[in-house]
């Protein structure tokens, strides 16, 4: 490819709306350009790298026995009523109607249209494992689309139905991806770490997500510095305090007026106590149901694991109006202490302060000397706090590091929760008909392009492992317009092109300084100097681009010299 024909708008400028490196870089390096909020379309070098990843995707999801099919982006809102799920995501399904008025939704993703189709044609055990998938976009209308294809509204996604005559296969199955999914990251040039999350509404039980650990994350992931223990802070677990002592030397709790002392910071204040020695109670709807959640004051609850402990479809803070029915008391003094008529769920590190301090259930009044066991008891004990970085690991008692991280893979096990509501059985060796055990693997391949670039970068641009590089070489002559340079540039790039090396050709008649500022920022892999100095010595310049590499070889052994660099340097499984 020559540089005077390729279309890379590259920008000087940084384009305001970005603001991490990976949504600039795409842009400055005129790998793509946005259609609408959170919709993208990708030019050439964005669509080269793309293609290369979905490339490798192909090759390991083939290799464990996945086989790749097409399905529909519009999909018929029947089938996601059959399953429920119509109606339980609200604005983020995009939805349509076609000129008879029927409904359908552009595929945020697609269990029920995989489901229908296996009902459809697979009846007997012989025809299970069955791993089928495909690579294309989907559609989630994100009401904050941001960070470029990171969270867009449109994005390309591989995404891979297991199924499976049972439990035990389908574990064969998941941990088959997993493996697969190792490989595929690994061989992308992507550090990930594999992290327990929590599988949320998708159902199931057990769920990975491959996490790319940068500043860029949207997801608070903690790690252990010891094991190889990490999750998802949705999921991760605290470690259970030693339950609280009789406290017979606690003296009776009693009220302490606290006029308009309403949040922890003017309580502590207020009544000069630590936060870890005040239990908070927040009020919340579950299923419209009010339940009380009481953790430690200095401590997060953590709504995703709260949901869990109580199974419930929908969980909001309550109001003002349901708080002041629930505890008698305006918002800022709700406590656990005396709270009738409503389930009280505490975390157990909010049942080993002793002596605490808590809401009183009365306007402008707080309780002190509080016993947990003696003047409160929970109706449920669960984890529902969020487990910070300092902390001890679950796993091995070493300590937790946090991070943020990008989730470009996400594993689930999903039972039979779509085979059920969708009736997709098959017959097993004693012709009894049994439902199809399920599992469901993505990986956001737009989104792994930008993962690549928050992990590969430098001032001056992106630095794509040789894997996934748009192009493996440039060829930049100082001055094409020299002939001694131009010849010895044509004849590289006829042999490099014949060795099979992706290789481009900047012809440009522009300064050497813009053409090397231009391949820094393209991020090719390997650059070749054609310059007057050593042309005179029948050489040229190599230069990989990560700067690990520099050398000056014959002209004649040039081609010889990067085939094997690029051997070298090919991110392996
Ligand atoms: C929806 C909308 C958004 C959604 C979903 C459904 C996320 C939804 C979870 C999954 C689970 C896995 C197969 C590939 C890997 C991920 N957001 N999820 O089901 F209608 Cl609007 O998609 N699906």
Redesign the pocket.
């Known amino acids: 490819m020559r540089m005077s024909q390729l279309l890379a708008p590259t920008l000087r400028e940084t384009p305001g709306e970005a603001e991490i490196p990976s949504h600039q870089l795409l842009l400055r390096a005129g790998m793509m350009r946005k259609t609408a909020a959170g919709m993208y379309t990708y030019l050439p070098l964005g669509w080269r790298v793309l293609r290369k990843i979905m490339e490798i995707i192909r090759e390991e999801m083939d290799a464990k026995g996945g086989q790749e099919l097409l399905m529909s982006i519009v999909q018929p809102a029947e089938l ?1 009523r059959e399953t429920g ?1 119509w109606d ?2 609200g604005e ?3 939805r349509l109607k076609d000129r008879n008025g029927r409904e359908f ?1 552009l595929g ?4 029920e249209l995989i489901t229908a189709l296996v009902r459809a044609d697979v009846r007997s055990y012989r025809q299970l494992p069955l791993l089928l998938y495909q690579i294309a976009n989907k559609y ?2 994100e009401i904050r689309p941001r960070f470029g294809v990171i969270r867009g509204r449109e994005f390309i ?1 591989k ?1 891979l ?1 297991s199924f499976d005559r049972d439990e035990a296969g389908l574990d064969q199955s998941y941990w088959k991806m997993y493996d697969a999914y190792t490989r595929i990251f690994r061989r992308v040039g992507l550090t990930t770490r594999a992290v327990e999350a929590d599988s ?3 159902g199931g039980d057990v769920t990975h997500e491959f996490m790319v650990l940068a500043e860029a994350g949207e997801a608070a992931v903690v790690y252990c510095t010891s094991c190889d223990y990490a999750a998802n802070t949705e999921k991760a677990e605290s470690v259970a305090p030693a339950p609280a002592g009789p406290g017979s030397a606690v003296p009776p709790f009693e009220p302490v007026a606290t006029p308009n002392v309403r949040t922890l910071d003017e309580l502590t204040r207020f009544l000069g106590v630590a936060p870890d020695r005040v239990v908070k109670t927040l009020i919340y709807e579950a299923d419209g149901q009010p339940v009380a959640a009481v953790v430690r004051g200095d401590h997060e609850l953590n709504e995703v694991k709260l949901k869990r402990v109580l199974g419930a479809t929908t969980l909001t803070m309550a109001g003002a109006a349901v708080v002041e029915r629930v505890t008698g008391a305006p918002v800022g003094f709700a406590g656990p202490v005396g709270l009738k008529g409503v389930r009280i769920i505490a975390d157990p590190w909010a049942l080993a302060v002793e002596d605490a301090v808590a809401g009183g259930n009365a306007v402008d009044t707080h309780l002190r000397h509080v016993q947990p066991g003696r003047d409160w008891q929970a109706d449920v004990v669960a984890d529902i706090r969020t487990v910070t970085a300092g902390e001890p690991c679950p796993r091995c008692g070493g300590t937790l590091a946090s991070a943020r991280g990008i989730e470009v893979g ?1 594993i ?1 096990k999903l039972g039979t929760k779509y085979s059920q509501a969708l009736g997709a059985t098959y017959l097993d060796e004693q012709g009894q008909a049994r439902p199809i055990v399920m599992g ?3 990986i956001g391949v737009s989104r792994t392009m930008a993962a690549i670039i928050e992990q590969h970068h430098d001032d001056h641009g992106i630095i794509w492992p040789v894997s996934v590089a748009p192009y493996h070489v440039i060829i930049v002559p100082v001055m094409y317009e020299d002939k001694q340079q131009r010849e010895a540039a044509e004849q590289l790039y006829e042999e490099l092109s014949a060795a099979g090396v992706e290789v481009v050709l900047d012809d440009r008649d522009e300064r050497a300084g813009v053409k090397f500022k231009d391949a820094d920022l393209l991020g090719f892999p390997l650059r070749i100097t054609i310059g007057p100095k050593a042309l005179k010595e029948g050489q040229v310049e190599l230069k990989s681009r990560d700067g690990r590499m520099e050398e000056r070889v014959p002209l004649d052994a040039t081609v010889q010299r990067v085939v094997a660099w690029i051997e070298d340097n090919t991110p392996q499984a």
Do not use: S, V
């Open positions: 996601w799920r339980e995501y983020e399904m995009f939704c945020p993703t697609h269990e989630r209308d996604m995404d139905y949320g509404a998708i996400q689930f469901c693997y993505g």
